[in-house]
């Protein structure tokens, strides 16, 4: 739902600005698709190079990667409302939270398993979770940079 959301506030904050047109739409999406896809297939790929054994499957790695688009629609929001220095400290703000998150409630205990609650995590493990949080405080910037950028961004051409 936060996926579709995002797509259709980006449909909307680009026809704010009067760059608007359907085939913006259908490029939100697929990047912000491939975004998803690539981000749990490196997931994927981090915890079998890993060798971790935890409870994590793919579809918990997909609900992870979903969260990023709460704090991308709430970031396109306050830009909306309070310009650019509204938008690029709602997206620092949500994209930290989201950082907070995934250590401490999301993917910790998924990695820990059997291991019960102890931090910090052993090897590979460890640069698996802060190789996701390097993750996480990143990549909300690069959807949200190219298509809706906040008013105080827009270049016109008239």
């Known amino acids: 739902m936060a996926f579709i959301t995002y797509v259709l506030l980006a449909g909307m904050a680009l026809g704010i600005q009067k760059r608007f047109s359907p085939e913006v739409l259908g490029l939100c999406a697929s990047t912000a698709l491939v975004w998803v896809v690539m981000e749990v297939l490196a997931l994927l790929l981090g915890v079998y190079l890993a060798t971790v054994r935890s409870d994590l499957s793919t579809f918990h790695l997909l609900a992870y990667s979903g969260y990023k ?7 396109v929001l306050t830009g909306l409302l309070f310009g650019s220095d509204g938008y690029y400290v ?13 250590v401490s409630l999301g993917l910790a205990p998924l990695l820990l398993g059997s291991a019960g609650d102890k931090l910090p995590l052993p090897g590979p493990a460890s640069a ?11 990549q909300p910037w690069a959807p949200t940079a190219w298509g809706a950028r906040p008013p105080g961004n827009v270049s016109s051409s008239t």
């Not at 688009?69 to 970031?75: E, F, P, Q, R």
């Not at 698996?128 to 949080?133: A, D, G, I, K, T």
């Open 128 to 138: 698996l979770l802060y190789s996701r949080c390097a993750l996480c405080e990143q």
């Open 69 to 75: 688009y709460v704090g991308m629609i709430l970031s």
């Open 90 to 102: 709602a997206l620092a703000w949500t994209s930290s939270a989201l950082m907070y998150f995934i």
